[in-house]
């Protein structure tokens, strides 16, 4: 309903922003539903001293703050007492904004129309700071919209943003979860995986087979360096929040992105598919003759990216292509599975494995040795088989980024390399 209501705008091509943690999830899906870009405002609530739920204002980026200074002389809270409180919320403020982006930069408001989503509102504070985090970033219109709030808070928020879209205002407002059937907490991590994916949310693609269509998501980004096609693991699909977010990564460096699913629904349904490097291999080749013949990446020097079972396949297919495959990235791989085929891959290749992943991380040794090309061994310090841990799918991401722009033929950094290969942790 709300993104019907917002379906006016498209022509405007705004940027949809939600406030973090529990309106990333609704705008995610008004995002979505309008192909729209989506980012976060981060903010948070200055509460009283000696009662942090009473709130008296709230800070955001940028320096951004809005203050009760009628409630706060009321309460005689001291001028010391509130800086200490805004400091640790501007702390706060930071910390999740580097989080929740995982590090990149915001998408830039200047000049955009700004729609501020959240999951609802009570009483507007939060969403007034937003508004003024938006102002502060240079967007020409600012839209608050929410799926329910309570009509004081649209009053209030209309007298501060250029509209306010909510297609429910009871009468009598309670809580926000009251309108929701599931109110579930929302994580840091579901709110990474969701910008992760719409960020590489450009176009679903069907690549034809013999008797089968394969459903994949393609990004291409403007003046894009290169293609880089995803094999994904055993137990995984195009929508893992772990490729989405590598691909994130590719995307910002310039990279396009072909997120596919090797198997079709039934077929993943068969366990044994899912070992079958063979035909994992052969829908690859498959994929990277659709992408040759697609207008928008025919041009573009192909790397590939695998993880777990789909890193076999991926060197299966770079040693069956050698001119038509640039470079090879496994993450968390099991190039094992590969065979004889490894000795016979020309492309440079980067192995990355988890620290703490024994098992595959041997696997990759053994693998190693049996490569020829040129080839990287790296070793991510605290990493599980999944790379779950704080910092290491970014570090992993990073990794694969500057190994496809160096053989891609375009400038990037990356690991210093030997015309042979070595470990690195």
Same mark, same amino acid.
């Given at each position: 309903?709300?993104?019907?209501?917002?379906?006016?705008?498209?022509?405007?091509?705004?940027?949809?922003?939600?406030?973090?943690?529990?309106?990333?999830?609704?705008?995610?899906?008004?995002?979505?539903?309008?192909?729209?870009?989506?980012?976060?405002?981060?903010?948070?609530?200055?509460?009283?001293?000696?009662?942090?739920?009473?709130?008296?204002?709230?800070?955001?980026?940028?320096?951004?703050?809005?203050?009760?200074?009628?409630?706060?002389?009321?309460?005689?809270?001291?001028?010391?007492?509130?800086?200490?409180?805004?400091?640790?919320?501007?702390?706060?403020?930071?910390?999740?904004?580097?989080?929740?982006?995982?590090?990149?930069?915001?998408?830039?408001?200047?000049?955009?129309?700004?729609?501020?989503?959240?999951?609802?509102?009570?009483?507007?504070?939060?969403?007034?700071?937003?508004?003024?985090?938006?102002?502060?970033?240079?967007?020409?219109?600012?839209?608050?919209?929410?799926?329910?709030?309570?009509?004081?808070?649209?009053?209030?928020?209309?007298?501060?943003?250029?509209?306010?879209?909510?297609?429910?205002?009871?009468?009598?407002?309670?809580?926000?979860?009251?309108?929701?059937?599931?109110?579930?907490?929302?994580?840091?991590?579901?709110?990474? &995986? +969701?910008? $992760? /994916?719409?960020?590489?949310? #450009?176009?679903?693609?069907? !690549?034809?087979?013999? %008797?089968?269509?394969? @459903?994949?998501?393609?990004?291409?980004?403007?003046?894009?360096?290169?293609?880089?096609?995803?094999?994904?693991?055993?137990?995984?699909?195009?929508?893992?929040?772990?490729?989405?977010?590598?691909?994130?990564?590719?995307?910002?460096?310039?990279?396009?992105?072909?997120?596919?699913?090797?198997?079709?629904?039934?077929?993943?349904?068969?366990?044994?598919?899912?070992?079958?490097?063979?035909?994992?291999?052969?829908?690859?080749?498959?994929?990277?003759?659709?992408?040759?013949?697609?207008?928008?990446?025919?041009?573009?020097?192909?790397?590939?990216?695998?993880?777990?079972?789909?890193?076999?396949? &991926? +060197?299966? $297919? /770079?040693?069956?292509?050698? #001119?038509?495959?640039?470079? !090879?990235?496994?993450? %968390?791989?099991?190039? @094992?599975?590969?065979?004889?085929?490894?000795?016979?891959?020309?492309?440079?290749?980067?192995?990355?494995?988890?620290?703490?992943?024994?098992?595959?991380?041997?696997?990759?040794?053994?693998?190693?040795?049996?490569?020829?090309?040129?080839?990287?061994?790296?070793?991510?310090?605290?990493?599980?088989?999944?790379?779950?841990?704080?910092?290491?799918?970014?570090?992993?991401?990073?990794?694969?980024?500057?190994?496809?722009?160096?053989?891609?033929?375009?400038?990037?950094?990356?690991?210093?390399?030997?015309?042979?290969?070595?470990?690195?942790?």
């Amino acid at each position: 309903m709300l993104a019907q209501e917002l379906a006016p705008l498209v022509a405007e091509r705004p940027i949809v922003v939600g406030l973090p943690r529990g309106g990333v999830p609704v705008a995610f899906e008004v995002a979505r539903a309008l192909d729209l870009p989506l980012d976060v405002i981060v903010v948070r609530k200055v509460g009283v001293p000696f009662q942090p739920e009473v709130g008296v204002g709230a800070v955001g980026e940028d320096g951004v703050r809005i203050l009760d200074t009628d409630m706060i002389r009321r309460l005689g809270i001291a001028p010391n007492e509130l800086a200490a409180v805004e400091e640790r919320e501007r702390a706060e403020v930071v910390r999740r904004a580097t989080r929740l982006r995982t590090g990149l930069p915001p998408v830039p408001l200047e000049g955009r129309v700004v729609i501020i989503v959240d999951d609802g509102i009570a009483t507007g504070g939060t969403a007034r700071t937003a508004v003024a985090v938006a102002r502060a970033h240079g967007a020409a219109r600012v839209i608050v919209a929410a799926p329910v709030a309570s009509r004081e808070a649209v009053a209030l928020l209309a007298k501060e943003a250029d509209a306010v879209i909510c297609p429910e205002q009871p009468e009598l407002f309670g809580a926000v979860g009251a309108y929701y059937s599931d109110f579930s907490a929302v994580s840091e991590d579901q709110v990474v &995986a +969701l910008l $992760a /994916a719409s960020r590489v949310l #450009d176009g679903g693609v069907r !690549v034809p087979l013999d %008797g089968v269509s394969l @459903d994949g998501d393609l990004s291409v980004p403007p003046a894009a360096r290169g293609l880089i096609v995803f094999a994904h693991g055993s137990g995984s699909s195009r929508h893992s929040p772990r490729n989405r977010f590598v691909a994130q990564v590719l995307n910002e460096g310039g990279l396009a992105t072909l997120l596919l699913d090797l198997l079709t629904t039934d077929e993943a349904l068969d366990r044994s598919n899912v070992f079958d490097i063979d035909m994992l291999t052969q829908r690859l080749i498959a994929a990277v003759d659709w992408a040759s013949d697609a207008p928008r990446t025919a041009a573009l020097p192909v790397g590939l990216f695998g993880a777990s079972t789909g890193a076999a396949g &991926a +060197l299966r $297919a /770079a040693a069956l292509m050698p #001119d038509r495959v640039d470079a !090879v990235v496994s993450r %968390g791989g099991r190039p @094992d599975l590969a065979g004889s085929a490894l000795a016979a891959v020309r492309a440079p290749a980067l192995l990355i494995v988890g620290g703490r992943d024994d098992v595959v991380l041997g696997l990759n040794e053994d693998a190693a040795e049996q490569l020829t090309c040129e080839h990287q061994l790296v070793v991510v310090p605290g990493a599980t088989h999944l790379f779950e841990e704080p910092g290491t799918l970014e570090t992993a991401a990073g990794l694969a980024r500057a190994w496809f722009l160096r053989h891609l033929g375009s400038v990037g950094e990356a690991p210093a390399t030997t015309s042979g290969g070595h470990r690195v942790t």
